[in-house]
Every structure is written in structure tokens, then in C-alpha cells.
């Protein structure tokens, strides 16, 4: 099992970045490949992106190709996700989420067994 902490959410204006991480404990980290959602109110929850276990292979919704990164350092048993050039449709809570063992990056949220609490994410116009 393994337990995730997201933070580094919070408000910033239109055009600007933020950094969210997740702290992993538990587990093997490095056995895991990870995930980032999000839910906005009144909207169903989204895949944003995915990394494997080794880093190697990511996956991203096409609403965020070139403006959001994702990243792990599995050394910290951290999960990052760099987002560049915020627009206020990125308004949202951000969830981290984790499925141990798996050999691709999924992007069906019902793929994955083990989610954080959530960060707020509010971009203004």
C-alpha cells in the first residue's frame, strides 16, 4: 500500500505556473506508476498525465501537451507536475494517484487503486 500527499497548490493569475509534488510513503515508490487528475466543481474528474515506474514512458491530455510536465524522482518518493502557462479552464483540485506493478500509464482513473487528498488549483482571469 502506499499512502499520497499532494501540495503546491494555489491561486495564480492567468499565464503563470505553479508546481505541484506528491509525497509517496509505503511501497516501493519506484514500483508504481503514477498519475495526476483533476476535478473541476461541477465536472466530472480528468486524466492529466502519467509517468511509468522508471520515468521513461509519460502520458499527457492533449489539453496540457507542451504546458504541463510531469516528473518523479523515485530517489524522494516524489511526484511532480511542473504546469506552465496556466489558464483559468486549469481551475480545479489535482489528484495524485498510484497502481503498482503495471508495464503502461493509464489514463482511466478507474485504472489506478490509491489517490491523495487533493490540492486546489485556482487561476485567474
Known amino acids: 500500500q502506499v499512502q499520497l500527499v499532494e501540495s503546491g497548490g494555489g491561486l495564480v493569475q492567468a499565464g503563470g505556473s505553479l508546481r505541484l509534488s506528491c509525497a509517496a510513503s509505503g511501497r516501493t515508490f519506484s514500483s508504481y506508476t503514477m498519475g495526476w487528475f483533476r476535478q473541476a466543481p461541477g465536472k466530472e474528474r480528468e486524466f492529466v498525465a502519467a509517468?511509468?515506474?522508471?520515468?521513461?514512458?509519460?502520458n499527457y491530455a492533449d489539453f496540457v501537451k507542451g504546458r504541463f510536465t510531469i516528473s518523479r524522482d523515485n530517489a524522494k518518493n516524489t511526484l511532480s507536475l511542473q504546469m506552465n502557462s496556466l489558464k483559468p479552464e486549469d481551475t480545479a483540485v489535482y489528484y495524485c494517484a498510484a497502481v503498482w506493478g503495471r508495464t503502461t500509464v493509464p489514463r482511466e482513473g478507474k485504472e489506478y487503486d490509491y489517490w491523495g487528498q487533493g490540492t486546489q488549483v485556482t487561476v485567474s482571469a
Open positions: 509517468i511509468s515506474w522508471g520515468g521513461g514512458y509519460t
